[in-house]
């Protein structure tokens, strides 16, 4: 299994990659293999990322591209932040998948992923659901074939977002109406994409902008 910090999309040509979205208000997971002409992908809209219907969406995915599951070189998934139930279901799920095929485990944060949906060339601010009425948040400048570059997450009142933007978040997060960055691909794909650049994997364990709300909701860094 890949280790944090290793280099994900290894080798990208030759094994099929698995990309799994839990952590926000739309769960996604999409392959991307060589036999396949374009990525394939499931988006579900539910507000439950249960591990359950995130293997059933792979198995789906599988059985379409005609592979087996011990096939699959590498997982990515998105570490938040986000959803803290969600963080926790995507992260366990794409470990338990690894260790039963084999496959590296690689991770990036989700704000990143959304800010990599968008089309290069411009500032975006992305948007992940924080606690009522606040978002997590975070600049980004966007270039063409290059990760997204951004600055230091912020925790932002949904009244405040309109001094920013354009945004780049899912289409069910209510940002009040606020300008939304054009999009050039999905979540699950905006991973993939990251991948294929060759992004460094962070480390493979929860992003918390907060601490989780049993822990008294003290916010830290």
């Known amino acids: 299994m890949m280790s944090a910090g290793v280099t994900g999309g290894v080798p990208k040509e030759e094994s099929p990659c698995l990309a799994l979205v839990t952590c926000g ?25 249960r591990s359950t219907l995130v293997l059933a969406a792979v198995d789906l995915l599988v059985e379409d591209a005609g592979i087996d599951p011990s096939a699959i070189g590498t997982i990515v998934v998105s570490r938040g932040p ?39 060339d411009q500032i975006v601010w992305s948007a992940q659901p924080g606690r ?23 925790i932002l009142s949904v009244d405040a977002l309109g001094d920013h933007g354009p945004w780049a978040a899912a289409e069910t997060l209510d940002l009040g109406g606020v300008p939304r960055a054009a999009v050039a691909r999905s ?35």
Do not use: K, N
Request: aromatic share 6%; net charge negative; glycine share 12%.
């Open 187 to 221: 979540s699950a794909e905006a991973l993939l994409w990251l991948w294929r650049l060759g992004v460094r994997s962070d480390p493979v364990e929860p992003l918390y902008v907060e601490d989780p709300p049993i822990h008294g909701g003290t916010r830290g860094a």
């Open 25 to 49: 208000p739309q769960m996604e997971i999409a392959l991307g293999a060589p036999i396949l002409a374009v990525d394939s992908l499931v988006r579900l809209g539910g507000v439950s990322p």
């Open 82 to 120: 986000g959803s803290f139930t969600g963080i926790r279901a995507g992260l366990a799920t794409a470990m338990g998948l690894a260790a039963a095929t084999g496959a590296a485990c690689v991770a990036y944060d989700s704000l990143t992923m959304l800010a990599a949906r968008c089309y290069a």
């Open 132 to 154: 009522r009425t606040e978002v997590y948040a975070r600049r980004y400048e966007v270039r063409a074939e290059a990760p997204p570059v951004g600055g230091a997450i912020e």
